[in-house]
């Protein structure tokens, strides 16, 4: 629920709880984790979906719902008027995908996906889930001082060169846009950097550049979202608990702000399989922009291949 309420167009996460009375109405009818009420298409038009949230826990690569455990789902979905999606947690994989009935494999008792095929049918981009694609060479300065006394608002030191004073990124080696102490924590989740370079200022002090292999790196919102959150000790990786402070509730600006200073791109991952409520949800997110809408309706399917939709054009 927190992950998802910091998607840029998510409005309302609403607890549906699993109370329902009577009893017995569960035999026909069951209430859904949650109700989302997300932009479609538009800042001033609003749609609603249900959400059942699911755990794949340690080594598992596949995921099975009960058929009579979707019946119940389907029917109270279908007295609400509302479509029912499958929020899938890859507790090893640290992903979120959000997937449809109609992407899981249908057998005798049960339906079933696994983590490829939820990846490749991820709905995720209806909610503003971006996929960040890095394909730039990106260049970091860092500058460190071994003089206690120097004051400086980053917290983080190096072991061998001292307090970090001075964080900045470029994408051309000469133009460098300055990071404040809560941005670099991203690229320590994202990236692996190396040394290239490094020379004394003074007898304390030290500047050293690094870069990164050029890409592409691809990563979704979320899953940076999730990184960041762990990184600082605001979620917990076991329970899932995530904290409530002024930096959760900014971390998507966070994220977004160094994205962009690292050139980072933004795209939608199309679903890979065309389904009716597939189309009905895509339709209702993008079929306002046929550049979009096309991609998920016309580009060419080769297998292994994303379906990627760029934000930009």
Avoid at 220 to 237: N, T
Wanted: aromatic share 14%; net charge negative.
């Amino acid at each position: 629920m927190r992950i998802y309420s910091l998607l840029p167009w998510v409005k309302i996460i609403t607890p549906l709880g699993q109370e329902q009375f009577p009893e017995k109405s569960k035999e026909t009818l069951q209430v859904p984790d949650y109700e989302i009420v997300f932009e479609a298409g538009s800042n001033t038009i609003f749609s609603n979906v249900l959400v059942e949230v699911k755990l794949i826990d340690g080594d598992k690569q596949t995921f099975e719902l009960q058929k009579y455990k979707y019946d119940v789902l389907k029917e109270y979905s279908r007295e609400k008027k509302e479509p029912i999606l499958y929020a899938l947690f890859w507790r090893k994989r640290l992903m979120w995908t959000i997937n449809v009935i109609d992407s899981f494999s249908e057998k005798s008792s049960a339906y079933k996906i696994s983590f490829e095929e939820a990846c490749a049918d991820d709905l995720s981009a209806i909610f503003g889930d971006y996929t960040y694609i890095f394909r730039k060479q990106c260049y970091r300065k860092s500058r460190f001082s071994k003089d206690d006394s120097i004051d400086t608002e980053y917290v983080h030191s190096h072991e061998k060169y001292g307090r970090t004073v001075y964080e900045a990124l470029s994408i051309d080696g000469k133009n460098y846009d300055d990071l404040c102490m809560l941005e670099p924590v991203l690229l320590d989740c994202a990236f692996d950097f190396k040394e290239i370079s490094h020379r004394a200022l003074t007898d304390t002090d030290t500047e050293v550049l690094e870069e990164y292999e050029k890409g592409p790196y691809v990563y979704k919102l979320s899953s940076l979202l999730l990184a960041y959150l762990l990184k600082i000790y605001c979620l917990d990786k076991n329970d899932m608990y995530c904290k409530d402070n002024l930096i959760v509730r900014n971390v998507f600006h966070i994220v977004d702000t160094v994205r962009r200073k690292c050139g980072g791109e933004k795209f939608y991952l199309m679903p890979y399989h065309i389904n009716d409520i597939t189309t009905e949800m895509i339709e209702l997110q993008f079929g306002k922009v046929p550049r979009i809408f096309n991609v998920y309706l016309k580009e060419d399917r080769r297998e292994g291949l994303n379906v990627l939709a760029s934000h930009d054009g």
